[in-house]
């Protein structure tokens, strides 16, 4: 990313408040519960049983009894050109609902694999995409919140022109199951301080700043996501949570 832009000079009404740096003893706030327009959760994303079936070949692995090839490396999962990869590299099918379970839970190892199997996704993002974030506020904040712990610094026009931004955040939050425990966090500070219908706002803005963060890793981390959503109802009532994330700083008022 060679090509950087100073941002826009907005004059809309909610850029121009007063915003405080965080308090991170407001972190712990109740919030209400999520109603079914706003649970997170990929419902505009459409399935690619292909990076599906490459990221269960991962976590699954190669049957040793079905093949005499030598075990493929994670690089020859993701760059394959095969259309059904579980057929090309003789995964046993019979363990696909089991490992679906276990995306759900989370449990021992699964997430691991998860977060390197996407750490190997090249996100290809551009200058086009930093421009896109940076002449956005809304987009703008949520970066600095997740960079700075301060919101506010969504309007300081002398930090935006540095060139290392994007690799100092990919250091915090090198795939989007990183960031992912610190925007839920953001979107219940934002819906506690400011209702519901700013939290819908900025889970849409969310996404957006996923898709220009992370580009490609954003494609297999809904995927993924996808994967555990398609398992039946009384799979997901009765699966473990996940480990609760650890707080982050809270949002300010009237974001």
Do not use: C
């Not at 200058?127 to 600095?144: M, Q």
Request: aromatic fraction near 10%.
């Amino acid at each position: 990313m060679s090509e950087f832009y100073p941002i826009s000079n907005e004059t809309s009404e909610e850029n121009s408040q007063e915003y405080p740096s965080f308090d991170e003893h407001r972190s712990n706030v109740e919030v209400p519960e999520h109603t079914p327009e706003t649970e997170p959760g990929p419902k505009d994303v459409e399935p690619n049983n292909r990076q599906q079936e490459k990221i269960l070949t991962y976590l699954i692995g190669v049957d040793p009894t079905l093949t005499h090839s030598k075990e493929p490396t994670l690089e020859d999962i993701i760059n394959s050109k095969a259309e059904n990869p579980i057929e090309a590299f003789n995964v046993d099918s019979t363990r696909i609902s089991d490992f679906k379970s276990r995306l759900r839970t989370g449990e021992l190892g699964v997430e691991a694999k998860k977060k390197e199997f996407l750490a190997h996704i090249n996100p290809g993002t551009t200058a086009e995409d930093w421009t896109a974030i940076k002449h956005d506020s809304s987009l703008r904040g949520i970066f600095a919140t997740a960079e700075w712990g301060d919101f506010s610094k969504r309007d300081d026009n002398e930090l935006w022109p540095n060139d290392k931004l994007v690799d100092s955040f990919r250091q915090k939050y090198p795939t989007p199951l990183e960031y992912e425990p610190f925007i839920e966090n953001f979107l219940n500070q934002i819906e506690a301080q400011n209702g519901p219908e700013k939290r819908v706002k900025y889970e849409q803005a969310s996404k957006e700043f996923r898709a220009h963060m992370y580009g490609k890793q954003n494609e297999y981390y809904d995927q993924m996501r996808l994967l555990a959503e398609q398992q039946p109802p009384e799979t997901k009532k009765a699966s473990a949570p996940e480990t609760p994330a650890e707080a982050t700083p809270a949002t300010p008022e009237n974001a």
